[in-house]
């Protein structure tokens, strides 16, 4: 059995969690013939996934102007074989340092393209693409023709950052004064907004996964489910054939370019497919894919590190329903942590008792 050793960044989002966990699971996969020795990166002492690793580190916010300087002494110092960027504020950072970091440490950087990362992290960009290339889109507008909006599509009207993930700072607008104090509140945290047609939610919303391998031609991989939201999140899910949304995913992540793990979210109306966001990185319903027969991180660096050729076409229906757990670790091991910026002799545990 190969051992391989892997760098998943933000270690304590529920993407990079995600990651760590689907890692595990190709662990236990009785054929498999690879082993990954998981190194989880946050800039947290308080972040689960270091220590719920082999090793874990404490590095910079990816904002910072010695980020790329810690990533690329991590993996020297521990010899990693490719990285995982576990939360959105990475990817820009790792793909512009990816032919440095790739040529000074032999470390791959398992990343979409930066115009495919660029178009998905831009609401409106991600829009105009839809829309210019005849892909299905969630009508949109800036506010400067918030009026013309409001003329075309009535009330309500759902608003939020044009950059930004999760719930944070969206707003279901039902009047002008509403609007108006939507688009304030955006723009005073910083952010930019976007108007979007409000898509009634009766039918669900759909999260599809998909995987195209390193040249960007081939579908290694597309499963999609139905789910109920909770805080911004994937709270239940039901994992089904949904044909109709996910090949139309399908259509949109090899049209983008990707040549990696792309998230499509979606949702039906009057049986018309309405995609309304694009993560161009692996979701936080990663574990829920992996259980169902489609590992995406092992998909990913299998294609691109080994140079295997994969084709999965089919998965299992599942429902999950989430629900929290506890990590656990000595008061001295967090201490210790904060005061060194690593973990070696991981001792967290958990409790089964649910």
């Known amino acids: 059995m190969e051992k391989v050793k892997v760098l998943v960044t933000g270690s304590g989002s529920i993407v990079g969690q995600g990651i ?22 946050d800039m947290s002492a308080l972040s689960a996934g270091i220590y719920r690793s082999d090793f874990g580190t404490l590095i910079p916010p990816a904002s ?116 108006d104090s939507a688009i304030s509140a955006i723009e005073k945290a910083g952010w930019c907004p976007i108007l979007q047609e409000y898509l009634d939610g009766q039918n669900g919303e759909f999260t599809s996964g998909i995987t195209v391998n390193k040249t960007g031609k081939k579908i290694m991989s597309s499963i999609a489910m139905k789910r109920t939201i909770k805080s911004g999140q994937t709270y239940k899910a039901f994992v089904d054939d949904f044909k109709e949304v ?55 660096f299998r294609n691109n590190v080994l140079g295997e050729e994969i084709e999965i076409d089919s ?9 929290w757990n506890e990590v656990y670790v000595p008061y001295s091991t967090y201490e210790m942590t904060q005061k060194v910026g690593k973990v070696e002799k991981v001792n967290s545990f958990t409790v089964d008792y649910f």
């Open 315 to 323: 998965y299992q229906k599942l429902v999950c329903m989430r629900y």
């Open 246 to 300: 996910r090949k139309s995913a399908e259509k949109v992540v090899i049209k983008l370019g990707s040549t990696n793990a792309v998230n499509v979210q979606a949702k039906l109306i009057n049986d018309e497919v309405k995609i309304f966001e694009i993560n161009p990185r692996f979701s936080a319903t990663l574990p829920i894919r992996a259980v169902a027969g489609v590992n995406e991180p092992d998909i990913i």
């Open 20 to 41: 760590i966990k689907s890692l595990k699971l190709a662990n236990n996969k009785k054929d498999s013939n690879l082993k990954y020795e998981i190194v989880a990166a």
């Open 64 to 179: 910072s102007c010695d980020y790329i300087e810690f990533i690329e002494r991590i993996c020297k110092e521990l010899g990693i074989t490719a990285i995982f960027a576990g939360s959105d504020e990475e990817l820009l950072p790792l793909v512009r340092a990816k032919d440095q970091l790739e040529k000074k440490t032999g470390t791959l950087i398992l990343t979409n393209p930066s115009q495919v990362i660029s178009i998905c992290m831009d609401k409106w960009r991600t829009f105009e693409f839809l829309k210019s290339n005849n892909l299905p889109f969630t009508e949109s507008a800036l506010p400067e023709s918030k009026e013309q909006f409001v003329r075309d599509f009535g009330f309500p009207i759902f608003v939020k950052p044009r950059q930004g993930h999760g719930s944070l700072h969206c707003y279901i607008a039902n009047s002008k004064e509403e609007l």
